[in-house]
Nanobody, 121 residues
Framework: EVQLQASGGGVVQVGGSLTLSCIVS????????IGWFRQAPGREHEGISC????????FFADSVKGRFTVSSDNAKKTVNLQMNNLTLEDTAVYYCVASPPSCRVLAPVHWGHGTLVTVSS
């Protein structure tokens, strides 16, 4: 059974940093790329990042480029999203997803439960 579990959310001040982790089971990083989506209050889901071990690609949305980085640990079956220089606009529920195994196409096939990130002023 494919499972993804995001964790690491919390409250952080503007300009601060936070690391989200996604632990996966039921598949390997060769089967799927791991993406990150977020949903801010009153807004649609936004795909913000992706990492693929299959073709060694990554993706960052313009809204987070230069502030967020993503890494994977195959042994721990974990993907980490490092978020720096956070702004109020980063407040959202963050989800990790399993996507087709290239970040050239970010199309969630499986969703994990979200973790809430709140950026305060």
């Amino acid at each position: 059974e494919v499972q993804l579990q995001a964790s690491g959310g919390g409250v952080v001040q503007v300009g601060g940093s936070l690391t989200l982790s996604c632990i996966v089971s039921g598949f390997t990083f060769q089967d799927y790329a791991i993406g990150w989506f977020r949903q801010a209050p009153g807004r649609e889901h936004e795909g913000i990042s992706c990492i693929s071990e299959r073709d060694d690609t990554t993706f960052f949305a313009d809204s987070v480029k230069g502030r967020f980085t993503v890494s994977s640990d195959n042994a721990k079956k974990t993907v980490n999203l490092q978020m720096n220089n956070l702004t109020l606009e980063d407040t959202a529920v963050y989800y990790c997803v399993a996507s087709p195994p290239s970040c050239r196409v970010l199309a969630p096939v499986h969703w994990g439960h979200g973790t809430l990130v709140t950026v305060s002023s």
